[in-house]
């Protein structure tokens, strides 16, 4: 996958899923230097950003 057709495919998914896709990238960025296992990764996908919780960040 191209960087483009990556970029394309976050900001698709965002929207499907009504997240705001500048918070969703700003929290996904700040977990991942906090040592977030690779068997957790399913908590920074698109579909399971809990926007109220974001604010708390």
């Not at 394309?8 to 965002?14: E, K």
């Not at 950003?49 to 974001?54: E, L, P, T």
């Amino acid at each position: 996958m191209d960087s483009h057709a990556g970029v394309a495919c976050l900001v698709a998914t965002c929207k499907k899923n009504v997240v705001n896709l500048f918070d969703y990238i700003h929290r996904t960025l700040r977990a991942i230097p906090q040592d977030n296992p690779r068997n957790q990764i399913e908590q920074l996908m698109p579909w399971t950003y809990d926007q109220a919780s974001s604010l708390d960040a």
